[in-house]
Nanobody
Framework: VQLQASGGGLVQPGGSLRLSCATS????????VAWYRRPPGNVRQWVAR???????MYNDYARARFTIFRDNAKNTVYLQMDNLKPEDTAVYYC?????????WGQGTLVTVSS
């Protein structure tokens, strides 16, 4: 199973991006899925998660600014990011909430800078 994260880019502080993560199978519809990120020089950290029933949880820095949602028909999970801050700069990945994890893929780079 391959994970294809996309939607990253360069955005100014206060701007928005919508990330997408798609798979070729229905594995997302059968599992809780999370977005993770790895800031420069830091370890990977979780950002947000969504259960099979649509329940969501957010890390403190993401709450009220980010929204995770899913489209099971498209085998895709999204992360809407608003009011972006420079400290949100990172490579963003998606994966299952718990192991065994799928191969991580390249992720998508988000750079927040003026």
């Amino acid at each position: 199973v391959q994970l294809q994260a996309s939607g990253g880019g360069l955005v100014q502080p206060g701007g928005s991006l919508r990330l997408s993560c798609a798979t070729s199978t229905d594995i997302f519809s059968r599992n809780s899925v999370a977005w993770y990120r790895r800031p420069p020089g830091n370890v990977r950290q979780w950002v947000a998660r969504i259960s099979t029933t649509g329940g969501t949880m957010y890390n403190d820095y993401a709450r009220a600014r980010f929204t995770i949602f899913r489209d099971n028909a498209k085998n895709t999970v999204y992360l809407q990011m608003d009011n972006l801050k420079p400290e949100d700069t990172a490579v963003y990945y998606c994966n299952l909430v718990s192991g065994p994890f799928l191969p991580w893929g390249q992720g998508t780079l988000v750079t927040v800078s003026s």
